[in-house]
C-alpha cells in the first residue's frame, strides 16, 4: 500500500514556470533561470581534447555524449558566457515574439524524412547559447548561426551579430494530426524544459531533464548546453536527439527518441554524473499548472468552473496499486511523498476532458495531455514527490511532481537511468475504476448542528464530507442493489459515516465519506471500492487540514 507523507510549511515561494513552443508569461522562469549560466562549453573545458567546442565537426559515435558529460563533471563548473549583444539583451516581450525562424529554412528535410527542426533565437530571457549540431553518417556538425534564418518582423536589430551567437532552444515539427500538414511536436527551450503532443492535443504542462533541490530553500536548475539531432532517413517513424546537460552539481549526457502518434512518447536514456553528491534530485519531474478546481472556486470568481493544465498525480505503485490525488492549489506551500520501490510509473494528467468544465474556447483545457513517466528496469526504494504551490492567476506553474531514490547519488559515480514519458489523455492507462470527480460539502447535519450552540460550531471546521465519483472499468455492470464495498481509511481522525449509490451519469457510483479530526492537523484519506477481495478501483488519495 502507498500512502503519502505529507508536510505543510507555513512559508510559500514563487510558482515555477516552464518554457513553451512559443514564449508567453509563463515562461518567465525557464528563461531566467539558465540567466547566468553557459550553455556553450567554456574555452577551458576544450583544454586536454576529450570536450570539443562543437565550432567544427567531430566524429560522433555510440557513447560519445557521455564520455563528454564524464570528462566535464571531473572540471570545475563554469558558467560564465559572454553577454548578449545590446539590441538583443534589451529586447521586451513584444519585440522577441516578433523573431521568428523561417519554416522554409527548416533543417532535416534533405534527407527525405518527415521531421522539421526549426530554433530559437537569443534574447529577452533567453540569453544562454545552446549549440545545435546535426549528426550524419558518423559526423556532428554544427549549425552555424545566421540571421537569414529568421524573420524578426518589426523589431530591429542594429549592427552585426556574431557567428557563434548559437541559438536559444530548438523544435521539431512532423506530420502528426494530418499526413499533408507539419505540426508542432516538441520543443527544448529553457534550462532543461520540453514540451511535446500527442494527436488533437494543445501544450500544457512540461517536462524537464532534471530537477535539484526543488522542493527545498533554494533551486539549482540544470540547462542543456548543446543538442545533437540525428538526420533520420526517408521513413523514419521516429527522431533521436542527444542533449548534454550541465549544472554545479551535476553533468548528464541524455538522448531522447521521439515518436509521434496518438499518444506521443519520448523514450529517455540518461547517465548523470554527479561533481557532489546528490540528495535533493528529481528525476523525471513535470511541472504544471492548477488554479481552480471542482473541490475548491474560493481563489477566484472567474465565469469558467476550472482552470488547470492537470488535474491529478497518476501513480501506478510497484505493488500493483493505482493511485489517484487530485490536485490543489493550497494556501500555503505543501509538500507530499509517496513511498514506493519499483514504481511502474508516474504523472500528472489532465483527467477532465470536457468543455463544459472550462468553457474557455481560446485556451483548450480541455486538450490538454498528461505526462505519465514509466520507468524501465528496476528504480529501487525512493518516493514520488508532489509540490502543491499556492497561485492567484493562471499563468504560473505552481505544481511539480518528480521521482527521488532514497539514496543520494554520490559525487563522481555516474548512473544511468532509462524512462518513457507519453503524452495522454487519461485514457487506457489501467483497465480498473478510476476517480471521475471529488467534490466536498459539509456533513448534512451541520447545519442543525451549528445553530444549536457555538461548541457545535468549533468541532464541525474539523468535519467535512467528500463525494467521490468512481466510474469505469466494469462498474457499470454491477447493480446498483449490490454495490461494491467501500475501503476507507485516515491517517488521522475518524471516518464517521461512509454510503454508496449508483451514478449511472458515469457509469459507477458515488461515495460520500464523512470525517472528522478531533482536534488541529492533517489527514491523509484513502478510499477505494472492491469485490470479494479484488481492488475494483484505483485508490483515491487526499490530504485535509483543519485548525
Not at 442493489?481 to 475518524?494: C, H, K, M, Q, Y
Amino acid at each position: 500500500m502507498i500512502r503519502a507523507r505529507g508536510h505543510h510549511p507555513n512559508e510559500s515561494r514563487p510558482a515555477q514556470t516552464p518554457s513553451a513552443g512559443a514564449p508567453s508569461r509563463r515562461d518567465v522562469m525557464a528563461g531566467l533561470a539558465g540567466a547566468g549560466l553557459a550553455a556553450a562549453l567554456p574555452a577551458a573545458a576544450e583544454e586536454g581534447a576529450r570536450i570539443p567546442s562543437f565550432a567544427e565537426p567531430v566524429p560522433f559515435e555510440p557513447g560519445v555524449v557521455e564520455r563528454w558529460a564524464q570528462a566535464l563533471a571531473a572540471r570545475p563548473f563554469d558558467g560564465g558566457f559572454p553577454p548578449l549583444p545590446p539590441p538583443l539583451a534589451d529586447l521586451d516581450y513584444d519585440a522577441y515574439r516578433d523573431i521568428r525562424f523561417r519554416k522554409e529554412r527548416a533543417f532535416l528535410g534533405e534527407a527525405g524524412g518527415p521531421f522539421r527542426l526549426q530554433l530559437f533565437h537569443r534574447g529577452f530571457l533567453y540569453p544562454r547559447p545552446v549549440a545545435v549540431n546535426l549528426v550524419r553518417d558518423g559526423v556532428s556538425t554544427p549549425i552555424v548561426y545566421d540571421p537569414a534564418l529568421f524573420d524578426f518582423g518589426r523589431t530591429r536589430i542594429e549592427g552585426t551579430l556574431p557567428s557563434d551567437l548559437n541559438f536559444a532552444g530548438i523544435r521539431i515539427h512532423a506530420p502528426l494530426n494530418r499526413p499533408d500538414r507539419l505540426d508542432e511536436l516538441i520543443v527544448f527551450v529553457g534550462a532543461s524544459y520540453f514540451r511535446f503532443l500527442g494527436q488533437d492535443q494543445l501544450y500544457g504542462l512540461s517536462a524537464r531533464g532534471l530537477a535539484i533541490g526543488t522542493d527545498g530553500d533554494g533551486e539549482e536548475f540544470p540547462f542543456f548546453r548543446a543538442f545533437f539531432i540525428e538526420v533520420p532517413p526517408e521513413g523514419a517513424t521516429a527522431l533521436t536527439i542527444h542533449a548534454l546537460l550541465d549544472s554545479p552539481s551535476v553533468v548528464g549526457a541524455y538522448r531522447f527518441m521521439v515518436e509521434p502518434g496518438r499518444n506521443t512518447s519520448v523514450r529517455v536514456s540518461a547517465t548523470l554524473t554527479p561533481r557532489r553528491d546528490l540528495a535533493t534530485v528529481g528525476i523525471a519531474p513535470l511541472t504544471s499548472m492548477f488554479f481552480i478546481g471542482e473541490t475548491d472556486r474560493g481563489h477566484s470568481d472567474d465565469y469558467r468552473p476550472e482552470l488547470h493544465d492537470s488535474d491529478g498525480l497518476q501513480i501506478a505503485a510497484g505493488s500493483g496499486e493505482w493511485l489517484w490525488r487530485p490536485l490543489d492549489n493550497p494556501q500555503s506551500r505543501r509538500i507530499s511523498t509517496f513511498l514506493d520501490r519499483d514504481p511502474k510509473g508516474f504523472g500528472l494528467m489532465q483527467r477532465d476532458r470536457a468543455f463544459a468544465s472550462y468553457q474557455d474556447l481560446e485556451a483548450g483545457y480541455e486538450r490538454r495531455p498528461g505526462y505519465f513517466v514509466e520507468p524501465e528496469g528496476a528504480w529501487g526504494e525512493g518516493s514520488v514527490v508532489l509540490m502543491e504551490l499556492p497561485t492567484d492567476n493562471e499563468t504560473a506553474d505552481n505544481i511539480v511532481a518528480f521521482w527521488r531514490p532514497k539514496q543520494p547519488y554520490p559525487a563522481g559515480k555516474s548512473v544511468r537511468l532509462a524512462y518513457t514519458i507519453r503524452a495522454h489523455t487519461g485514457e487506457d492507462l489501467h483497465p480498473n475504476g478510476k476517480v471521475v470527480n471529488t467534490f466536498i460539502a459539509e456533513p448534512a447535519a451541520s447545519g442543525a448542528a451549528r445553530k444549536a450552540n457555538a461548541a457545535a460550531d468549533a468541532a464541525l471546521l474539523r468535519s467535512l464530507r467528500f463525494l467521490i465519483d468512481f466510474g469505469g472499468g466494469g462498474l457499470a455492470r454491477i447493480p446498483g442493489e449490490a454495490p461494491p464495498e467501500i475501503v476507507a481509511d485516515a491517517s488521522l481522525g475518524r471516518i464517521v459515516a461512509t454510503s454508496i449509490v449508483p451514478n449511472p451519469h458515469i457509469g459507477g457510483f458515488r461515495v460520500a465519506l464523512d470525517v472528522r479530526l478531533d482536534g488541529p492537523g492533517t489527514t491523509e484519506l484513502r478510499v477505494y471500492l472492491k469485490k470479494d477481495d479484488q481492488a475494483l478501483t484505483e485508490t483515491w488519495s487526499y490530504p485535509w487540514s483543519a485548525a
